[in-house]
């Protein structure tokens, strides 16, 4: 046997003898506690699209114990997704634990705004919600009736997303925070 077929054999028999790969999901946060270090995240489908922004039901994991494991830690929100083309909003409703397709129509909408100015506004008063779109780089402001004002804050901010490595489903060995890791300062 040639030496390079010996190594490729040992080498299969060395990642047998691991034990069983892990698995990578990823995930939109809808629910954090940093005591328990429990995340509650909606994981993401193949495409995510206006009628299909994730896969439900929410799953909840455990962060690794170890810090040196776990990146900067999440931000929960109940925003799944801002389709501004389309002109409506995707949110995960915890009353009905399903999402919720809300059609709005813009009183202002702001192209090209680079960053987030800010949490989201919820004016009672005026009777509008102000969100912003990373993905679309939009800011919005639309007419809420009551039951929309009357939402948690939270509802109306984008989660953030996270990828975990892990081999039991309900523990992560390691845990990315996607969002707020810059992938352009990783050393190599």
Known sequence: MHSAT???IGAALALAAC?????????RVIA?????????????????????????????IETPADPGEMGPAPSAGALM???AKNRRIVIYDR????????????LEERRNVPKSPGPPVVDRIGKTITIYSA??????????????????????????????????????????????????????
Do not use: C, H
């Open 6 to 8: 010996l190594a490729g």
């Open 19 to 27: 034990g069983p790969l892990g698995k990578v999901e990823q995930g």
């Open 32 to 60: 954090y506690d940093p005591q328990t270090r429990l995340v509650t995240l909606i994981p993401e489908a193949t495409a995510v699209t206006p009628s299909s922004p994730g896969l439900l039901p929410p799953v909840t």
């Open 81 to 83: 997704l801002l389709d």
């Open 95 to 106: 009353a009905t634990q399903a999402f919720r397709t809300i059609q709005y129509t813009p």
């Open 135 to 188: 993905r679309d780089r939009s800011l919005i402001t639309f007419a809420a009736p009551a039951d929309l004002l009357a939402m948690p804050a939270g509802t109306w901010r984008a989660g953030d997303v996270v990828r975990y490595y892990y081999k039991d489903p309900g523990r992560a060995l390691r845990f990315m925070n996607v969002t707020k890791t810059d992938l352009s300062k990783a050393t190599g």
